[in-house]
Nanobody, 126 residues
Framework: QVQLVESGGGLVQAGGSLRLSCAASGRTFSSRAMGWFRQAPGKEREFVAAISWSGGSVYYADPVKGRFTITRDNAKNTAYLQMNSLKPEDTAVYYC???????????????????WGQGTQVTVSS
């Protein structure tokens, strides 16, 4: 059974940092791309960042470019999202997701992913 478990969320002041982790199990982690999405209250879930199966390619949504960094450790079956210079508008539930294969095509779309974590709350106070 595939499981994705996020951790690392919390309450932080504007300008602060958090690192989210996504621990994966149940199938070969190193053969699949990973993505992070977020959903703020009253809004649709949106793409944040994605990383290819090898870690050689990364993709970011414009609002987080230069502030967030996505990485992965295939030996630990874990993906990370380092979030710096946080803003109140970054407040959301953050979800990690995994693709069914190596392809990173359209990885900004939810439809590219077949498994999702339960989410972790990030709250940024002003």
């Amino acid at each position: 059974q595939v499981q994705l478990v996020e951790s690392g969320g919390g309450l932080v002041q504007a300008g602060g940092s958090l690192r989210l982790s996504c621990a994966a199990s149940g199938r070969t982690f190193s053969s699949r791309a990973m993505g992070w999405f977020r959903q703020a209250p009253g809004k649709e879930r949106e793409f944040v960042a994605a990383i290819s199966w090898s870690g050689g390619s990364v993709y970011y949504a414009d609002p987080v470019k230069g502030r967030f960094t996505i990485t992965r450790d295939n030996a630990k079956n874990t993906a990370y999202l380092q979030m710096n210079s946080l803003k109140p508008e970054d407040t959301a539930v953050y979800y990690c997701a995994q693709t069914p294969g190596r392809s990173s095509v359209n990885n900004f779309r939810e439809s590219a992913y077949d498994y999702w974590g339960q989410g972790t709350q990030v709250t940024v106070s002003s």
